[in-house]
C-alpha cells in the first residue's frame, strides 16, 4: 500500500472528470468507474456480504479498465457488523493501490469502524467531515442540502460547487480567454473575413464533465497524483 505517499498530496485540489458506465451494483454497494480509470464504490451499508460484493464489483471494473486506485465512500453509511468492517478492512489493506476513504457526519456504526480501522492502519486517506469519532485528514466542508444532492449525482453543479469552483479558479489562474479557434472562425465569417481558401469551421467538442462534489473531487486527485509518484505493482 502507499502508505509512505498518503500525507505528501494532503492539500490537493479538485480536478476535473468523467463517468463511466461501467457499473457492478449490489444491494451493499455501487460501483463505477470515474476519470476513466479510478474505481468508485459507494457502500449503502457494511453487513455480512459487503467483502465479497466488493471483491465482484472490483473484478467487473477491472475487467475493462486499467483501475489506477479506489475511492470507499462511506458517507451516509451505516451497518452494525463490526466482523464485515473487519474482513472488508483487510481486504484494502492487501491491496497495492491507493485508497481514498469519503465520510460525513452521517457515518456511523460499522462504517464508521471501517474508515477508523482503514486510517489507523494507515491503508487510505480520510475525506470529507468528521464523524462521531473520527476526524477526516483532509476536510471538506459542504451543506448538508448539497452534500445530498452532490452524492446522489457528483455531476450536478449547486450554488456552493459552483461558487467554489469560480473561486479557485481565480485565486489559482490568471484569466483566459477560451474562445475555441472554431468559434473565432464563425466570428470572422460574421465579419466578412473568411476568404475562398479558408477551411470551413469544425464544430466545437463538447465540455468534459467536471466532477461538482469536492470531497470526491479531492480523492480522485490524490489517487491520480499517487499513481504517478508510486505506480501500483498490483
Same mark, same amino acid.
Given at each position: 500500500?502507499? #502508505? ?6 494532503? !492539500?490537493?485540489?479538485?480536478?476535473? !472528470? ?29 453487513? &455480512? ?11 467487473? @471494473? ?12 462511506? #458517507?451516509?453509511?451505516?451497518? +452494525? ?24 457526519? *452521517?457515518?456511523? !456504526? ?23 469519532? @473520527? ?11 448539497? &452534500?445530498?444532492?452532490?452524492?446522489? +449525482?457528483?455531476? &450536478?453543479?449547486?450554488? *456552493?460547487?459552483?461558487? +467554489?469552483?469560480?473561486?479557485?479558479? +481565480? ?5 483566459? $480567454? ?7 472562425? #464563425?466570428?470572422?465569417?460574421? $465579419?466578412? &473575413? ?7 469551421? *469544425? ?32
Amino acid at each position: 500500500m502507499t #502508505r509512505c505517499f498518503l500525507s505528501l498530496f494532503a !492539500g490537493l485540489l479538485a480536478a476535473g !472528470g468523467g463517468l463511466r458506465a461501467d457499473t457492478a451494483d449490489s444491494a451493499l454497494i455501487k460501483a463505477a468507474v470515474v476519470e476513466s480509470n479510478v474505481a468508485y464504490l459507494r457502500v449503502n451499508e457494511v453487513a &455480512e456480504k459487503l467483502t465479497p460484493e466488493i471483491r465482484t464489483a472490483q473484478h467487473a @471494473l477491472t475487467a475493462t479498465n486499467q483501475i489506477i486506485g479506489t475511492v470507499l465512500d462511506l #458517507r451516509f453509511a451505516d451497518g +452494525n457488523d463490526l466482523a464485515a468492517a473487519k474482513a472488508a478492512a483487510a481486504l484494502f489493506a492487501s491491496r497495492k493501490q491507493p485508497l481514498a476513504i469519503l465520510v460525513n457526519s *452521517q457515518t456511523r !456504526g460499522a462504517a464508521a469502524a471501517l474508515a477508523t480501522t482503514l486510517r489507523e492502519s494507515r491503508d487510505g486517506l480520510v475525506f470529507g467531515s468528521a464523524t462521531a469519532d @473520527l476526524k477526516p485528514d483532509i476536510m471538506v466542508t459542504v451543506t448538508a442540502q448539497d &452534500e445530498r444532492a452532490l452524492f446522489k +449525482n457528483p455531476y &450536478e453543479a449547486t450554488a *456552493q460547487s459552483v461558487t +467554489n469552483a469560480t473561486a479557485a479558479t +481565480n485565486s489559482f489562474s490568471p484569466f483566459i $480567454d477560451h474562445t475555441s479557434e472554431a468559434d473565432l472562425v #464563425r466570428s470572422k465569417i460574421k $465579419d466578412g &473575413e473568411q476568404d475562398e481558401d479558408s477551411p470551413p469551421a *469544425q464544430p466545437s467538442e463538447p465540455q468534459k464533465p467536471f466532477i461538482h462534489d469536492p470531497v470526491l473531487a479531492r480523492a480522485v486527485d490524490l489517487i491520480k497524483a499517487l499513481a504517478v509518484v508510486h505506480p501500483s505493482r498490483s
